[in-house]
Every structure is written in structure tokens, then in C-alpha cells.
């Protein structure tokens, strides 16, 4: 069902079978800073990668962004999806290979768990609340400075040969909780695992591990909460 679902979403979006899709999930507001995500990927573009970016969500900076795009010809390999019910989103999970959260600042962001969820490794910006406790640099994902375009370029430069499926896995001290969970029913004890071997981002391999560290601890990212919180106009300027 998930490969029918990869598949059919593609098709509909007119990315091909082997080509990276990087997915947004989130409302189109400045706090979610979509202007430097726009920004980060026609710099990205620039350099040759072949890949699409979807954003999934709709507000009130939709009308600019579509023009930034095509004011530095982005349209072929961007997709405003719009907004999209919950129930639609699995479709998306399954077409995509990369979650791009690059908020200024989230106090959690339970897209990256629902991305996780369903097998995808995260770019998230350090003023994302879970990207402290779930996406470990090299192993689930990668953390960028918030507001570094260059940074998320970089961490967005991905190794396309080399994304293979995930495997979810729930976290020792989950496993009694799972137990009694139906499918679907208990997202925390589901945490990503990347197959060995299999996907790379910046040319980093993901391991098999969990989100949560070997001693049961989780990984801190640093964050500036001077950054996170501030207000400011995201909007590119080149």
C-alpha cells in the first residue's frame, strides 16, 4: 500500500521514481521560516542536484512565496500542494524521502515525529523543540543554526544513489507500552532507524540506532533562544 501510495502521489506531482523529494508539512508563516527554505533550495539548485521540494500547507505568505519561485525559476522542481487534511498526509510521508523543518522556532513540532514515524529521516533547524531529542546529526537526520541558509543548503545536499527504505523501531524502554498499542496508536515508541547502508545526508550514513541515545539519554542541540524568539522578517534579500 505504501509503495502504491509513493507511486501515485509522484505520478500526480510529476517527480520521477528516483528523484529526491523533500517534503514541508506546516503552515506557510513567517515563523516557520519559509522564505529561507525557498532561499536554501535555489541555492541548492544552482549547484545541479537534481531533486523536488513539496510544500504541504497553505497561509498567508503563499502568494509571495509562489512569486519568489518563479521570479528565480524554481517551478519546475516546486509544488505549493496546498493545505492538506491529516488523512492525506501518510500519501505524502510515503511519496517523500526528506522532512524539512526550518522553523525559527517550534516548542516541539510533531510533524518530525509523524515523519519518523513513517521511515524518513529530518532536516530541522535548531529551534525545533523535538529536534533536540529526535533527530541525531549523521543517524536520523541533520540539525542546521537557525536562519543559516547555507547550512540548510548544505544539509539538503543529498545523496540520491544511496536512500533506502527505514525501519521503525520502538525504544527498549517502550517496548511494554507497545505491547499493548494497536498500529498507529502509540507514535512515541516509534522512533527511525536508518537501514545500514542505506540513506546519506551530506554524505553522512545513517546508522542502526535510536533517536534515544544507547544509555537511554537524549542528544541536546544548542539552540539561541535569542534567535528562536526574536521577530524578524525572513525574507531573502537575493
Not at 8 to 24: C, D, M, S, Y
Not at 124 to 148: H, I, N, Q
Not at 199 to 216: I, K, W
Amino acid at each position: 500500500a505504501r509503495l502504491a501510495a509513493r507511486k501515485r502521489l509522484r505520478t500526480a506531482l510529476g517527480v520521477p521514481p528516483h528523484k529526491p523529494l523533500f517534503l514541508f508539512v506546516g503552515k506557510l508563516i513567517d515563523i516557520k521560516e519559509p522564505f529561507l527554505l525557498l532561499a536554501a533550495w535555489a541555492d541548492l539548485k544552482k549547484t545541479g542536484t537534481e531533486a523536488h521540494l513539496c510544500l504541504v500547507g497553505d497561509g498567508p505568505l503563499r502568494a509571495a512565496l509562489t512569486a519568489y519561485s518563479t521570479e528565480n525559476a524554481l517551478t519546475s522542481d516546486l509544488t505549493f500542494a496546498g493545505f492538506q487534511n491529516q488523512a492525506a498526509l501518510p500519501d505524502y510521508h510515503a511519496a517523500a524521502d526528506v522532512l524539512v523543518l526550518p522553523s525559527r522556532s517550534e516548542t516541539f513540532g510533531i510533524v518530525v515525529l509523524e515523519a519518523m514515524h513513517a521511515g524518513l529521516p529530518v532536516i530541522a533547524s535548531a529551534g525545533v523543540g523535538a529536534a533536540e531529542d529526535l533527530v541525531l546529526p549523521g543517524r536520523t537526520g541533520a540539525v542546521f543554526p537557525t536562519g543559516d541558509r547555507a547550512a540548510l543548503a548544505f544539509a539538503a545536499d543529498l545523496q540520491p544513489e544511496r536512500i533506502g527504505p527505514a525501519e521503525i523501531v520502538p525504544p527498549a524502554h517502550m517496548e511494554a507500552d507497545d505491547k499493548h498499542a494497536g498500529p498507529g496508536e502509540h507514535p512515541f515508541g516509534h522512533l527511525i532507524r536508518g537501514r545500514a547502508g542505506g540513506a546519506s545526508l551530506a554524505g553522512v550514513e545513517f546508522q542502526h540506532v535510536h533517536a534515544f541515545g544507547p544509555d537511554g539519554g537524549c542528544q541536546k542541540q544548542q539552540r539561541n533562544e535569542k534567535a528562536a524568539h526574536g521577530r524578524h522578517d525572513s525574507r531573502p534579500t537575493t
